[in-house]
């Protein structure tokens, strides 16, 4: 079956790293494009940024223009995003997603930024 599981959340001092990592497994990853979402409570769910099938940058979200960077390996059917310097409000849990013939969503992880 289909799965996207996320991985590499934490906890991380203000100024810190964090390297996420979505797994794929059940469908032709290197077919999709892939995207990765955040949400905070009550909040709309917000989207990050996203790749091409082929591993070129779709976009940012202008809040984490150059401190994230979304990157894939289709040999490993994994999607990464990089997140450097994070800040407080970058604390969300953290989802990647699959948008092709069909769209999936992963379970999420959660990322707290917080001295």
């Known amino acids: 079956q289909v799965q996207l599981v996320e991985s590499g959340g934490g906890l991380v001092q203000p100024g810190g790293s964090l390297r996420l990592s979505c797994a794929a497994s059940?469908?032709?990853?290197?077919?999709?494009?892939m995207r990765w979402y955040r949400q905070v409570p009550g909040k709309e769910r917000e989207l990050v940024s996203g790749?091409?099938?082929?591993?070129?940058?779709?976009r940012y979200a202008d809040s984490v223009k150059g401190r994230f960077t979304i990157s894939r390996d289709n040999a490993k059917n994994t999607v990464y995003l990089q997140m450097n310097s994070l800040k407080p409000e970058d604390t969300a849990v953290y989802y990647c997603?699959?948008?092709?013939?069909?769209?999936?969503w992963g379970q999420g992880t959660q990322v707290t930024v917080s001295s």
């Open positions: 997603k699959a948008v092709g013939r069909q769209e999936y």
């Open positions: 059940g469908f032709t990853f290197s077919n999709y494009v």
């Open positions: 790749i091409s099938s082929g591993g070129a940058v779709l």
